[in-house]
């Protein structure tokens, strides 16, 4: 399966964000990546709801929208009326995840579920067959720029072991200090959605690097 990129909003320029959400529908990327944050599950406050409804306003990619919240089931059914394709919750901020899977569903948007790089992926045993995609996060959460984690590796094989088990249609999505360098091994340790977030709007050029990104097989040939 061909592998998907969702540039990272969250490092764009929020002045020129308009620009941004057109340079992204441009390029050779297949999602666009939304961090919502409340200051509550993680140490920062980031998007809410106008926002995101600003941003589908403009975009022709799909919405993946993450929520790094406290009791995200209040609000699964705004951020599908604002405009979310798929929407991720954490694992660790659920007492009722199959329940708040369930829902997602319901609503029409593919259902997702975060881990934290100290959550064992055995935990999700009991759901994965239920969800359409396991997020695994390669730094903490809460703030772009982070140094990789290298332990994801290792999570990343095992969630592919349940993936072949349970589930062989889930997509496995990595996000946090995904760059040129590591996303070959990345892929090859199972991921096939890609959050890229610093190492796209940082780029001197972008658009070349979402290209890049996308068709990183050609660059370990060359």
């Not at 604002?82 to 995840?97: D, K, Q, R």
């Not at 592919?160 to 200090?177: C, S, T």
Request: charged share 20%.
């Amino acid at each position: 399966m061909n592998h998907l990129i969702a540039p990272s909003i969250l490092a764009a320029d929020f002045a020129n964000l308009q620009r941004d959400i057109e340079l992204i529908n441009n390029s050779e990327a297949d999602l666009i990546h939304v961090d919502v944050m409340d200051g509550m599950f993680v140490p920062n406050i980031s998007l809410g709801l106008p926002v995101v409804k600003a941003v589908y306003k403009h975009a022709t990619k799909p919405l993946d929208v993450h929520l790094m919240i406290v009791q995200p089931e209040r609000y699964l059914k705004d951020f599908k009326e604002a405009g979310a394709a798929s929407i991720t919750v954490h694992y660790e901020a659920c007492p009722n995840l199959h329940r708040t899977v369930q829902v997602i569903k319901e609503l029409g948007c593919k259902a997702c579920v975060a881990i934290n790089p100290h959550t064992p992926v055995a935990l999700l045993e009991d759901i994965i067959l239920d969800l359409d995609m396991v997020l695994i996060m390669s730094v903490n959460p809460g703030f772009g720029g982070q140094k990789f984690i290298n332990n994801t590796y290792k999570k990343l094989a095992d969630i592919k072991a349940l993936k072949r088990r349970y589930n062989p249609e889930l997509l496995i999505e990595v996000d946090g200090g995904v760059d040129e360098t590591n996303i070959a091994k990345l892929s090859e340790a199972g991921a096939n959605v890609f959050v890229a977030g610093n190492a796209v709007f940082a780029s001197p050029d972008p658009t070349a690097t979402i290209a890049n990104l996308k068709h990183f097989d050609n660059l370990s040939r060359s």
